[in-house]
């Protein structure tokens, strides 16, 4: 049940409208079932007769074909893709130059197809519509990507999504990053979002305005960071008071290359 909730809420479907003004512009489609099945792996095969269950890759319908020409020529020539809640990322070995861009819906269907993330979505996620939501293709630096943790609709932690990188800069422009965060979630996100507890993906890059890249759910499965569930979960059951000043975690300096649990934790102030 609350995995239905989940679905829905943090379907970009969902929280696109509200917060189109703050990210990057995004042409949704709607996956209609016989597209859908164009994204898939595998035909399915059990009870299925159909004739066109032979294992051939099925051809994307025209109609669908003129609609994605459309996002494309909206969008610019190349896009960024995804499902209702993640991106093909896994897929990024099949692409030329190692990255997630598509010019083409032979781009898109390749990412979809061999992506375990997007075919596992696919198949197991049932009762809400699946859509494609291509994205106006962005470059964005790894340290301009942050991972906010909001429990009770407070921010409480931000990380850095290039998590055990060191950036020397973080060090000195911490305050900064906080304040810019902790304004930017107040005035545009606070309040706004159905839900009380979730992340929420920001990235800073000025001198544009810090833009939203994506919701998530907060629970023992997100991945965090630099924080722990062990930290955070806990956080979940206990009031506190609304104007906590959020923690920003990051490596503070270069450990090298090998990384050690102990290492890091050394680097971790308390949330
Ligand atoms: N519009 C875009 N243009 C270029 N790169 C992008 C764009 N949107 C996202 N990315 C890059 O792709 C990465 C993954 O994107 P995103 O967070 O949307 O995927 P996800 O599957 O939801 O990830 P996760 O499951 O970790 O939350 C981002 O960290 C960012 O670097």
């Known amino acids: 049940m609350r995995e239905i909730q989940d679905h829905k809420d943090f379907s970009i479907c969902s929280w696109y409208g509200p917060f189109e003004h703050i990210t990057p512009k995004t042409v949704i489609l709607e996956l209609s079932e016989a597209v859908l099945k164009c994204f898939l792996f595998e035909e399915p095969s059990e009870d299925d007769s159909s004739e066109d269950s032979d294992g051939e890759e099925t051809p994307l319908p025209g109609e669908f074909k003129e609609k994605l020409k459309n996002a494309f020529n909206t969008l610019g020539k190349t896009v960024f893709v995804k499902n209702n809640w993640h991106a093909p990322i896994d897929a990024k070995m099949f692409s030329t130059g190692n990255t997630l861009k598509a010019e083409s819906a032979d781009d898109i269907k390749l990412f979809f197809t061999t992506s375990t993330v997007i075919q596992k979505d696919l198949f197991n996620i049932k009762g809400i519509p699946f859509c494609l939501a291509l994205r106006k293709w962005i470059s964005i630096h790894p340290a301009a990507e942050f991972r906010c943790i909001v429990v009770n609709d407070t921010l409480r932690g931000i990380t850095s999504r290039d998590w055990p990188t060191f950036y020397a800069h973080f060090k000195e422009e911490g305050s900064e990053i906080v304040e810019n965060i902790s304004d930017f979630f107040l005035e545009n996100i606070k309040a706004k979002f159905p839900r009380k507890n979730y992340v929420v993906d ?70």
Not at 232 to 245: M, S, V, W
Not at 246 to 259: A, K, N, Q, S, T
């Open 202 to 271: 920001i990235v800073l890059s000025y001198p544009d305005k810090p833009f939203i890249l994506d919701f998530g759910p907060l629970n023992s499965r997100t991945n965090l960071y630099a924080f722990s569930w062990k930290e955070i979960g806990p956080l979940l059951n206990k009031d506190f008071q609304d104007e906590i000043a959020p923690v920003f975690r990051y490596l503070e300096c270069d450990i090298g290359i090998m990384i050690r649990e102990d290492a890091l934790k050394k680097f971790r102030p308390k949330v």
